[in-house]
């Protein structure tokens, strides 16, 4: 009996392995921002910048709306 059990499972190991697979590309994803090569000071200084950047073109904005 316990042959017939694997057999009525058939693509079991497959879909696991599908499953796993898209778990995989998941984390990957996730990490994949942190992986910029870049120490914490530098990634910092870099968000900073890009985040003055941002600021100073909704002062621009909000300057050409008046």
């Given amino acids: 009996m316990a042959g017939g059990s694997a057999a009525t499972r058939g693509n079991q190991r497959?879909?696991?392995?599908?499953?796993?697979?898209?778990?995989k590309d998941k984390v990957a994803a996730a990490l994949?921002?942190?992986?910029?090569?870049?120490?914490?000071?530098?990634?910092k200084e870099r968000d900073a910048k890009a985040l003055q950047e941002k600021l100073a073109k909704k002062a621009a904005e909000d300057a050409a709306k008046k």
């Avoid at 497959?14 to 778990?23: L, M, P, V």
């Avoid at 994949?32 to 990634?43: F, H, I, N, S, V």
């Fill in 14 to 23: 497959d879909t696991d392995r599908a499953r796993a697979q898209k778990r």
């Fill in 32 to 43: 994949k921002g942190k992986e910029d090569g870049l120490t914490p000071l530098q990634r």
